[in-house]
């Protein structure tokens, strides 16, 4: 397939007059892409999102993007880059509390998220959970290649459920595992077994999923409607905290968007060698999910981790202070965050070596051309 022409020269964004390809972004801002065909190149801290129509969320089609464009086609409301650096953009539920009404939304629960610091807007989604296993209600027969399970949408708004075959057996079905266990649910869906487009034989699988959805009153899953402003940061643990109201048990952690603004030296060490480096090594929100709740979509896929990287500053032996930033890195999601020693040499002093980093936010420039 030909690769759609560019254009020739001063052919620009074309919107509202602006004859520049270029688009600076804040952190904290998001910029919808105009209807039509467009070359986009994110710069490294900002992703190339879509609005997906079932949970109402923005999900990242690109979210370390590295400079590596893809084309969009645009309806005007449909994609979108947005500049999350220094944002939150989800959270893992590690207590799902008691008490709520069952639905989606602030109104339909009666729940109110807010978190210590910043101006990010969520959605609390309370009850509707599938349960954890499915029922093989038939295995079918003469699978070649395993199939795809889909499982049917909750209403606008809620998380969908996700699982997949994993064993055939003689050509059945014979273990299915749940991925997701969703959330806001009103009543138990259904599951269309797919054949592999490769299978040409298989088929009579029925998977069922029980009927009595779990979860029922408790906080399944919180999304982000509005990153809000970028957050302060810092080098020690800054990640913001939630509160819920009506008062419960409920408690959630907060999965940021990090990127490392500095590198602090209050110790320079003793024989670092010439053309050593230092680096950040992304740290993921390992905190565990209550039972129930969607650790699926919150605690995986909302970063795509990349690391920072640092030349340092060496004067007989010892690093001094400012080192050059590389690459900030991106998708940061908790915070310290420790700085590592690539010693050029392969043996790594340690005498006197400290350096800590300073998480934060950056600004950011993508690259929109139409096609």
Same mark, same amino acid.
């Given at each position: 397939?030909?690769?759609?022409?560019?254009?020739?020269?001063?052919?620009?964004?074309?919107?509202?007059?602006?004859?520049?390809?270029?688009?600076?972004?804040?952190?904290?801002?998001?910029?919808?892409?105009?209807?039509?065909t467009?070359?986009?190149?994110?710069?490294?801290?900002?992703?190339?999102?879509?609005?997906?129509?079932?949970?109402?969320?923005?999900?990242?089609?690109?979210?370390d993007?590295?400079?590596?464009?893809?084309?969009?086609?645009?309806?005007?409301?449909?994609?979108?880059?947005?500049?999350?650096?220094?944002?939150?953009?989800?959270?893992i539920?590690t207590?799902?509390g008691?008490?709520?009404?069952?639905?989606?939304?602030?109104?339909?629960?009666?729940?109110?998220?807010n978190?210590?610091?910043?101006?990010s807007?969520?959605?609390?989604?309370?009850?509707?959970?599938?349960?954890?296993?499915?029922?093989?209600?038939?295995?079918?027969?003469?699978?070649?290649?395993?199939?795809?399970?889909?499982?049917?949408?909750?209403?606008?708004?809620?998380?969908?459920?996700?699982?997949?075959?994993? #064993? =055939?057996?003689? &050509?059945?079905?014979?273990? +299915?595992?749940?991925?997701?266990? %969703?959330? @806001?649910?009103?009543? $138990?869906? !259904?599951?269309?077994?797919?054949?592999d487009?490769?299978? #040409? =034989?298989?088929? &009579?699988?029925?998977?069922? +999923?029980?009927p009595?959805?779990? %979860?029922? @009153?408790?906080?399944? $899953?919180? !999304?982000?409607?509005?990153?809000?402003?970028?957050?302060?940061?810092?080098?020690?643990?800054?990640?913001?905290?939630?509160?819920?109201?009506?008062?419960?048990?409920?408690?959630?952690?907060?999965?940021m968007?990090?990127?490392?603004?500095?590198?602090?030296?209050?110790?320079?060490?003793?024989?670092?060698?010439?053309?050593?480096?230092?680096?950040?090594?992304?740290?993921?929100?390992?905190?565990?999910?209550?039972?129930?709740?969607?650790?699926?979509y919150?605690?995986?896929?909302?970063?795509?981790?990349?690391?920072?990287?640092?030349?340092?500053?060496?004067?007989?032996?010892?690093?001094?202070?400012?080192?050059?930033?590389?690459?900030?890195?991106?998708?940061?999601?908790?915070?310290?965050?420790?700085?590592?020693?690539?010693?050029?040499?392969?043996?790594?002093?340690?005498?006197?070596?400290?350096?800590?980093?300073?998480?934060?936010?950056?600004?950011?420039?993508?690259?929109?051309?139409?096609?």
């Amino acid at each position: 397939m030909a690769v759609p022409r560019l254009g020739g020269p001063g052919i620009g964004l074309g919107l509202g007059g602006q004859i520049s390809n270029y688009l600076s972004m804040r952190a904290g801002q998001t910029f919808m892409i105009p209807a039509g065909t467009y070359a986009v190149i994110p710069g490294p801290w900002t992703s190339i999102q879509f609005f997906d129509p079932v949970s109402l969320r923005w999900l990242n089609a690109s979210a370390d993007v590295g400079f590596q464009g893809m084309f969009v086609e645009s309806d005007g409301g449909n994609f979108r880059l947005a500049c999350l650096c220094g944002t939150p953009v989800g959270a893992i539920i590690t207590n799902a509390g008691t008490g709520y009404a069952n639905g989606i939304g602030t109104t339909a629960t009666g729940v109110t998220i807010n978190i210590s610091t910043g101006t990010s807007k969520w959605t609390p989604i309370v009850g509707g959970a599938i349960n954890s296993t499915l029922t093989i209600t038939a295995g079918g027969a003469n699978y070649q290649y395993i199939p795809q399970l889909v499982v049917s949408a909750p209403p606008p708004g809620g998380l969908p459920a996700i699982a997949h075959v994993n #064993t =055939l057996t003689a &050509g059945a079905i014979t273990q +299915v595992i749940v991925d997701s266990q %969703g959330a @806001g649910y009103k009543s $138990a869906p !259904t599951i269309n077994v797919v054949n592999d487009t490769r299978d #040409t =034989l298989g088929g &009579g699988g029925v998977i069922t +999923v029980n009927p009595t959805l779990v %979860g029922s @009153g408790s906080l399944l $899953a919180m !999304t982000p409607n509005d990153p809000g402003g970028p957050l302060a940061g810092g080098t020690g643990s800054v990640n913001p905290t939630f509160t819920f109201a009506p008062a419960s048990t409920t408690a959630a952690s907060s999965v940021m968007n990090w990127a490392v603004q500095s590198m602090i030296v209050t110790g320079g060490g003793v024989a670092v060698p010439a053309g050593s480096w230092l680096t950040c090594q992304p740290l993921v929100n390992t905190a565990t999910a209550a039972a129930n709740t969607d650790g699926y979509y919150y605690g995986n896929f909302l970063t795509m981790p990349r690391p920072c990287m640092a030349v340092p500053v060496i004067t007989g032996g010892v690093i001094q202070a400012n080192p050059y930033m590389v690459d900030n890195g991106f998708g940061f999601q908790v915070s310290p965050v420790a700085v590592c020693l690539i010693n050029s040499t392969g043996v790594a002093p340690t005498t006197g070596i400290n350096i800590g980093a300073s998480v934060g936010s950056i600004n950011d420039v993508s690259y929109l051309q139409p096609i």
